[in-house]
């Protein structure tokens, strides 16, 4: 399996064009099989199904597409600050994930969690990077009760290239969040085990959405990837990049699961 060392862009033939429905779609576009030059910078006027992803600490994520949109997982004030992103979100109103504190420059802040009964919903374009959420509950520290809506996946969509980050994933999902999600081609995915839910279960999530590729975070120590690629069973593949940056192109994503490791020990 190989994955890209720089961005190659691979065109759409005809614009393709990021509609009103907040969901991934389950349908491919058609290719052209032209190959542009390998620099990220020469898709400005078109909309690429191609994203550049850094691993910026805990389960943050810096995301810059081709036409230079910016966003940041689970902005908190310290992963990724400086960034200067257009797009933040936070997935959950706690303290690691998310901060009233926003740096100078965030056109769009989105939060993640339900006021009182009225559920998040969000479904932001900013030229070639579309954003929504769907909304999922949290079970409550210290009693185990459940709090209604209070986290989101985040989908991050260009082109047909669709990425999701499950934010503070508690629970499986339904068939109607899955509808909800669309069709995933990337999976970021917290496997701490404890904070959010079991990685059995975490991995049955993972079998639940298919995607083509994981991107492992919100977790501490190596072992903590060992246990969980145990409980994926087989058929997969584990990649390891020297580098904390990887590149996302629609018609070079591997046919079999990878696990892609950028995120080192997880939790900085």
Known sequence: MRLPSAIIAFVLCGLFAIGAEARCNKNVAEWR????????????EKTVSAMRVT????SSFLIETPQGVRAITDYNGFN??????????MNNAHSTHFTDDVEHGVTHVLRGWAQGRVEARHNVTMKDLHVFNVPTNVREWGDGSTRFSGNSIFVFR???LCVAHLG???????KEHLEDLGRIDVLMTPIDGGYTMGQPFMAEVVKQIQPRIVLPMHYWGP?????FLGYLGDGYEVVRPNSRTM????????ETLTIVIIGGYGGD
């Open 33 to 44: 099989s032209g190959v542009l030059p390998a620099r990220f910078e020469l898709a400005q």
């Open 247 to 254: 590149d996302l192109v629609k018609a070079d994503l591997p």
């Open 55 to 58: 691993f910026v600490g805990h």
């Open 80 to 89: 990724g600050f400086g960034k200067r992103p257009d797009i933040v979100t």
């Open 158 to 160: 260009v082109g047909d």
């Open 168 to 174: 503070h994933l508690h629970h499986r999902l339904t």
């Open 223 to 227: 072992h903590a990837i060992d246990r």
